[in-house]
Nanobody, 122 residues
Framework: QVRLTETGGKSVREGESLTLSCSAS???????MGWFRRAPGKGLEGVAG???????RVQDFVKGRFTISKDKPRNIIFLHMSSLKPEDTAVYYC?????????????????WGQGTQVTVSS
């Protein structure tokens, strides 16, 4: 069973930056990886994804503020967040799928982490 572990979530002030990490128990180079979030009282939404070759995909609503990257040798996926806003407050989840591509609007991914809390205060 593949395990994904997110770290890096914490409370920050509006305008600050934060990087989340997702460590995979196996090589993440063979999966399509992504970050999702669930804000209080809202549904799950895809934030960013990264293909096996490293091609990033970022949702329009965070484009210009969030980027995704991966460290292949260490099997770690990162979500770099800048200019954070209170509306970015959410539990952030890392996910992986065996497919070569998965839509961020589709939440039926193969593997999920437990999530890490990000709180942005004004």
């Amino acid at each position: 069973q593949v395990r994904l572990t997110e770290t890096g979530g914490k409370s920050v002030r509006e305008g600050e930056s934060l990087t989340l990490s997702c460590s995979a128990s196996e090589s993440a180079d063979v999966w399509y990886m992504g970050w999702f979030r669930r804000a209080p009282g809202k549904g799950l939404e895809g934030v960013a994804g990264i293909e096996r070759d490293g091609t990033p995909r970022v949702q329009d609503f965070v484009k210009g503020r969030f980027t995704i990257s991966k460290d292949k040798p260490r099997n770690i996926i990162f979500l770099h967040m800048s200019s954070l806003k209170p509306e970015d407050t959410a539990v952030y989840y890392c996910a992986g799928d065996r497919a070569s591509y998965r839509s961020l609007d589709n939440h039926d991914w193969d593997f999920w982490g437990q999530g890490t809390q990000v709180t942005v205060s004004s």
